[in-house]
């Protein structure tokens, strides 16, 4: 298949996420990655598998969008890495039946409807002492409800969707904005999945945080040319921390007590 250059360079943009920032955190926080089994659920184009794959793992990866695991198998190049399309809401879901030493969800959980039934779901994925890498940006955060996709200049504002009626009734009225941009933002502002519910809700599915980082500028925006940037002890205020982190990487554990 023909690939785009913003196609490539997305690939590489998962890669050096992964490679740079999230291996680095998993191995600080205790987990091996060379012949241990990986799940990515939400792959994408791949990046992020190759970069476990090229520290030793045995990756596997689905995704719902059949174009971009069509692009992870042209991009994984002579890597061994099994990758098929899957939604994990179907009854039929990838890879039932098997468990896993880790899995990823790179900027997918916030996505997810029926958030306590995924957790369990996913939860089912594990090996009795296996992991789980969730990343994603706090929606109380300047972009947490992904505008950042919408076109028009106001809707791109940081925090556009805490001001109040402007994802529910400005949104909608606003031209020229992706029909699919509107309902995702709509969707992510409906739930809401700041860290404090995210914590709550690992809790309730009997998860243990084993490693949490925190950030005022995410990893994933070096692909604006941004550095990353700890959130430090801005972390440790309720409220401020929703408002100022661009986003948080947590690993959980099977266990009712851990990291908050």
Request: aromatic share 10%.
């Amino acid at each position: 298949m023909e690939l785009t250059q913003h196609t490539r360079e997305y690939w590489k943009y998962e890669y050096d996420v992964c490679a740079l920032f999230m291996i680095p955190l998993l191995r600080s926080w205790g987990v091996t990655l060379e012949g241990r089994s990986v799940l990515d659920v939400g792959c994408g184009e791949g990046g992020g598998l190759c970069a476990l794959f090229d520290q030793g793992a045995v990756c596997v990866g689905f995704d719902i969008d059949e174009y971009r695991i069509q692009v992870a198998r042209e991009l994984q190049g002579t890597r061994t890495i099994g990758l098929t399309t899957g939604n994990l809401y179907a009854h039929e879901i990838p890879y039932a039946g098997r468990d896993f030493d880790l899995l990823v969800l790179h900027d997918v959980f916030e996505h997810l409807e029926r958030k306590p039934e995924m957790l369990q779901k996913l939860k089912g994925y594990m090996k009795p002492d296996g992991r789980m890498l969730i990343t994603f940006p706090p929606y109380f955060s300047a972009y947490g409800a992904h505008q950042q996709h919408l076109h028009s200049s106001i809707a791109r504002l940081p925090f556009f969707h805490l001001i109040p009626f402007a994802v529910s009734t400005l949104l909608p009225r606003l031209r020229h904005e992706p029909p699919a941009a509107v309902a995702e933002t709509q969707k992510l502002a409906g739930m809401k999945m700041g860290m404090a519910k995210f914590e709550d809700g690992a809790q309730d599915a009997g998860l243990t945080i084993v490693g949490k980082q925190t950030y005022l500028i995410s990893p994933n925006h070096i692909r604006f040319g941004l550095k990353p940037v700890h959130a430090g002890l801005v972390s440790r205020l309720p409220i401020v921390r929703e408002l100022l982190c661009s986003g948080v990487v947590y690993v959980l554990a099977k266990g009712a007590a851990g990291v908050r």
